[in-house]
């Protein structure tokens, strides 16, 4: 079983729409929890960190579930522009600097 | 500043040759890594550092050598390049283990 799981996808969806992605993980230890952004043939960015009490940056919504083990980001109003890959990523840390990350979920907005 | 800089971009390799990808950042971070990224596989931690001297193995680190003599580099090293290293390899760094990683823009790697 892999460390961190996501439904690959691809999520397609019309613009406008809600969409929401899930992540579980099998490492009761890890400490921090973050979702990344990758566009074709570019490197990961950094999207949003995830905190236990969930967090929200515009129409981004992260929550985290420690005891069920679960990761969530909702997409509200889907703009053309999101469509992307969006990876999970557990971090243990007392494991320094190990980032593991999911296979991602492809998300495709369509006009 | 520059953020993570990887070099080379692109580079083709025959079977058995060894080289040497380079990443260097400027933000005085004390964490950084090597991932490599294949189709269907997602991004595998191949090697890590959290701090100058200090390195450890992630998931895949057979056939790579790394070295931290300096908070800036980190350089990955192929021994005896296979088909099975051709990937697109990343370097990301972070100043502390709570917070996320910032990526190089990665050198995709054929070996042929």
């Known amino acids: 079983r892999k460390e961190v799981e996501q439904d690959p996808g691809p999520f397609n969806v019309p613009e406008g729409a809600t969409v929401a992605f899930n992540c579980t993980y099998s490492?009761?230890?890890?400490?921090?929890f973050f979702w990344y952004r990758q566009d074709c043939r570019k490197e990961p960015k950094l999207l949003m960190s995830v905190y236990s009490s969930g967090n929200e940056d515009g129409r981004f919504t992260a929550q985290l579930n420690r005891a069920s083990q679960y990761i969530s980001l909702l997409i509200r109003d889907s703009k053309l522009s999101d469509s992307a890959t969006y990876l999970c990523v557990v971090n243990r840390n007392n494991q320094g600097g190990k980032l593991i990350f999911g296979q991602g979920t492809e998300l495709s907005v369509k006009p | 500043n520059a953020g993570v800089t990887q070099t080379p971009k692109f580079q083709v390799l025959k079977t058995g040759q060894s080289m040497t990808l380079q990443c260097a950042q400027d933000m005085n971070h004390e964490y950084m890594s090597w991932y490599r990224q294949d189709p269907g596989m997602g991004l595998r931690l191949i090697h890590y550092?959290?701090?100058?001297?200090?390195?450890d193995q992630g998931e895949v680190p057979n056939g790579y050598n790394v070295s931290r003599s300096t908070t800036e580099d980190f350089p990955l090293r192929l021994l005896s390049a296979a088909p099975s290293q051709t990937s697109v390899y990343f370097c990301?760094?972070?100043?502390?283990?709570?917070?996320?990683?910032?990526f190089g823009s990665g050198t995709r790697l054929t070996v042929v």
């Open positions: 990301a760094s972070r100043a502390d283990r709570g917070l996320g990683y910032t």
């Open positions: 490492n009761s230890a890890s400490q921090s």
């Open positions: 550092s959290v701090g100058a001297g200090i390195t």
